[in-house]
């Protein structure tokens, strides 16, 4: 159970970061005035943070 809880808040918060990494990717003003290596790295942290958020949800999946 105290791996269940734990788990819920690190989904909680990797839902809250992937949001804003996806807001911020969504932003075209961003897109179009941010230097390359910066958007690059955005893009780079929502895949990162997409696929922590995808390796907890299966944990709970398994958890039940």
Known sequence: EADRAR???EKQKLDQFLMQARAQLSNQDFRAR???DVVRG???REKVLAEQHRKVV???ERLG
Request: no cysteine.
């Open 34 to 36: 941010a230097p390359q």
């Open 58 to 60: 299966e944990s709970l």
């Open 7 to 9: 788990l819920l808040k």
């Open 42 to 44: 955005a893009e780079h």
